[in-house]
């Protein structure tokens, strides 16, 4: 059933079948799944850059070995950024499917759980690399008056790439934001579908 260009589906929003609609709708899908295909793809290369990140020095005959499990700041950056690829790949499937179905728009409750999902993730990755920045900083310049000593003169390969996949992981969060931003566009523009739909029934 269709009125003024809204078609209605039961238990769902309205769909508008107006073709500027559709193809902002496209587009806006298009950028959604680009997004989230980066995201992925840098939140594994930031967790590999960190995880796998080590270097061995000798200190006084004593070999010390420089490892991302020594600053929890960065355990927590690995964790964060493992989180955000694994969560982006199930939301690249999902995408994946509606462009082939051709489904544009969605019920209510399942763009809640987006934008809800966007905002966690946007929120935890942020977090981590603000916080792995800070411990960097510390390491690299020190604190001389609590007499932290500057790590990276000692481990200059060690933090030259945690600094690439803290580099690696800020892409992650600015990549969550706008996506936090494209999800809470899909989600209320539905609401303003309905209050159209109702200003047209009076």
Same mark, same amino acid.
């Given at each position: 059933?269709?009125? #003024? ?8 929003v309205?769909v508008?079948?107006?073709t @500027? ?6 587009r806006?899908?298009?950028?959604e799944?680009?997004?989230r295909? #980066?995201?992925c &793809?840098l939140?594994?290369l930031?967790a $590999?850059?960190? &995880? =796998?990140?080590?270097q061995?020095?000798e ?8 490892r991302f =499990?020594e600053m929890k700041?960065?355990v927590?950056?690995v964790?964060?950024?493992?989180? *955000?690829?694994?969560?982006s790949l199930?939301?690249?499937?999902r995408?994946v499917v509606g462009?082939?179905?051709? @489904? $544009?728009?969605?019920s209510?409750? #399942?763009?809640w759980?987006i934008?809800?999902?966007?905002q966690a ?5 942020? *977090?981590?690399? *603000?916080a792995?920045?800070q411990?960097a900083?510390?390491a690299?310049?020190g604190q ?11 481990? &200059?390969k060690?933090? %030259?790439?945690?600094g690439?996949? $803290? ?5 992650v969060?600015v990549g969550m934001?706008f996506?936090s ?6 989600l209320f523009r539905?609401?303003g579908g %309905?209050?159209g739909k %109702?200003n047209?029934?009076?």
């Amino acid at each position: 059933m269709s009125y #003024l260009g809204v078609g209605i589906s039961p238990g769902n929003v309205p769909v508008y079948r107006g073709t @500027n609609l559709k193809v902002v709708d496209r587009r806006v899908k298009l950028a959604e799944l680009v997004l989230r295909c #980066l995201i992925c &793809g840098l939140g594994v290369l930031a967790a $590999v850059l960190v &995880g =796998t990140d080590s270097q061995v020095k000798e200190i006084f005959l004593i070999r010390k070995k420089a490892r991302f =499990t020594e600053m929890k700041a960065l355990v927590f950056l690995v964790l964060a950024n493992g989180i *955000a690829a694994a969560y982006s790949l199930v939301q690249v499937v999902r995408c994946v499917v509606g462009l082939v179905r051709g @489904n $544009v728009l969605f019920s209510r409750p #399942l763009a809640w759980a987006i934008f809800s999902g966007d905002q966690a993730i946007a929120y935890l990755t942020v *977090a981590a690399v *603000a916080a792995a920045a800070q411990s960097a900083v510390f390491a690299k310049e020190g604190q001389p008056e609590l007499q932290w000593m500057k790590i990276c003169t000692m481990y &200059g390969k060690f933090c %030259n790439q945690v600094g690439e996949g $803290v580099a690696s992981a800020l892409l992650v969060s600015v990549g969550m934001v706008f996506l936090s931003c494209i999800s809470a566009f899909s989600l209320f523009r539905l609401y303003g579908g %309905n209050k159209g739909k %109702n200003n047209a029934t009076r």
